[in-house]
């Protein structure tokens, strides 16, 4: 069911100053998510089509499932291990800021995500960015949604869509496989996503950029202070990886600042950052260290020093993203000797990622420009 807010939005949907001739594209992507990877891509998205005068909107689906899920886990990202209570009370906080920043963005008139055939009419519908087609994902996993069931729209197009950790040797059951042939067009982010739609519909999608990177966001200046820090972003990192982390930033004078999640090895923890602070918190580091996957872009994003050490749910992610720009060395290990660690964190990133990211920058616009025609 709606909320009244929702329902007072529904009669007045703001809509961009483009030509007549514009088709309306509704953008469907997880943008309710306490992530600050799937705010920022989804935003990234649905704001770079805008600029360039399309008629775009994010599709505004409704489940209070998902929205318990989401803040159950927001509240407690830490499980099995319990967050205090002050803990609790600073990512509520959190979660406000999301939830006002997300009511900024371009949005449909809300309607169930159980029933798509309720939503608005679009001309094209764009799946993606995220993980949205992941079978395996604790809450969306399986909505039949995401593979475009339902959709009232002329077609169907996927921009940098991902199965996420749903590996490709598990194969892709020909229900689902079914679902991706009503797509006139299809791209994928990741070579793992690339590997089951080859083999699913003997098709090669294209590889193309998460939106983050094609369309990167203005992030205004902050002052930090005269110390210099190191962005953390993720939790549960390896014990190994906190050792290395923390031997070098007490080598060089540095902090260590923990974005959005508690990580008790950091000098300070900012658990109630909002979307724009932890975009302006990355801009502003002298390296970062993360172990997700939009930890990778957001340092790429800022040409900033980063190290990683995926975990296993973002590992498929992460290693095909640093393969696609050439930044696999950013990958640590346990056996990685600490000078190696040092390196990571105190050598620029190689030119040639730049030039890497440049190249398929244009190669993302020639598709997007192709299907949007």
């Known amino acids: 069911m709606l909320t009244d807010a929702q329902l007072r939005r529904a009669r007045c949907v703001p809509r961009p100053i483009s030509s007549p001739a514009a088709p309306r594209i509704g953008v469907l992507t997880f943008h309710r998510c306490i992530n600050y990877g799937s705010y920022w891509q989804a935003r990234c998205l649905v704001e770079g089509l805008r600029r360039r005068g399309y008629d775009a909107v994010l599709l505004d689906y409704v489940s209070r499932e998902a929205t318990r899920a989401e803040w159950r886990c927001a509240l407690q990202p830490l499980l099995p291990r319990r967050s205090t209570r002050e803990d609790r009370r600073l990512y509520a906080a959190k979660v406000r800021k999301f939830l006002a920043a997300i009511e900024q963005l371009p949005l ?76 006139s067009d299809m791209s994928v982010r990741d070579e793992n996503s690339r590997e089951i739609v080859r083999h699913s519909l003997d098709a090669q999608p294209p590889l193309v950029l998460d939106p983050c990177l094609q369309f990167p966001p203005e992030v205004e200046p902050q002052e930090t202070g005269a110390q210099p820090y190191v962005a953390v972003y993720g939790h549960s990192l390896p014990h190994w990886f906190w050792q290395k982390a923390r031997r070098w930033a007490a080598a060089v004078g540095c902090r260590l600042v923990s974005i959005g999640y508690r990580n008790d090895g950091a000098d300070e923890q900012r658990l109630a950052a909002g979307p724009e602070e932890f975009a302006r918190l990355i801009a502003n580091a002298r390296a970062v260290v993360t172990n997700f996957f939009h930890g990778c872009i957001f340092a790429l994003l800022n040409d900033k020093p980063f190290a990683c050490a995926p975990s296993a749910y973002r590992f498929n992610k992460v290693r095909d993203l640093t393969r696609l720009v050439g930044a696999e060395r950013r990958l640590a290990s346990e056996a990685m000797p600490f000078d190696d660690f040092r390196a990571l964190l105190e050598e620029p990133l190689d030119s040639s990622i730049s030039a890497r990211i440049a190249v398929l920058r244009q190669h993302s616009r020639s598709y997007l420009e192709g299907v949007l025609a």
Do not use: Q, T
């Open 108 to 183: 449909s008139a809300p309607f169930p995500l159980a029933a798509p055939a309720a939503m608005e009419r679009f001309d094209l519908v764009l799946v993606g960015s995220d993980e949205v087609w992941n079978l395996s994902h604790p809450w969306y996993g399986g909505k039949p949604i995401f593979y475009g069931e339902g959709v009232n729209a002329g077609r169907l197009v996927a921009y940098a869509a991902s199965f996420g950790n749903y590996d490709a040797d598990a194969g892709l059951d020909r229900y689902w496989a079914g679902r991706l042939r009503d797509f």
